[in-house]
């Protein structure tokens, strides 16, 4: 019983969609030395420590876009990208088509 939990554990955590060694140097020129943030948890990188997908992250990790990657964390947040109109670097799969960055949001009348 306990091969089958750990084969299943195995397959559930292997990374079925690799990120490339060209889409990770794209990355790391993208945002250079820029600190990004991750959970202990999750499985993308955040360009803010704001970021509404970090809400639920008590502890966060402060790094570059290479330690982020090392850590397995090897997706940008789309939130993030968005927010800072990032593109040609590797996101997570959310939707961002309604997402309307805060500070051009209208106060309610």
């Given amino acids: ?28 020129q993208a945002l250079g030395d820029e600190q990004v943030y991750w959970s202990p948890f999750g499985h ?22 290479e330690q982020a990657i090392a850590a397995n964390r090897t997706r940008l947040c789309s939130f993030c990208a968005k927010r800072d109109a990032i593109t040609g670097v590797v996101t997570d799969d959310k939707d961002v088509t309604d997402y309307v960055p805060e500070e051009t949001v209208e106060p309610a009348a």
Avoid: F, K, R
């Avoid at 084969?7 to 790391?28: C, F, K």
């Avoid at 990188?45 to 876009?65: I, K, M, Q, R």
């Fill in 44 to 65: 993308v990188y955040h360009t803010h420590e704001d970021c509404g997908a970090l809400n639920h992250s008590d502890t966060l990790t402060v790094g570059t876009v």
């Fill in 1 to 28: 019983m306990a091969v089958i939990a750990l084969l299943i554990g195995g397959v559930a955590s292997y990374d079925w969609n690799p990120v490339s060694q060209e889409q990770q140097t794209a990355a790391i």
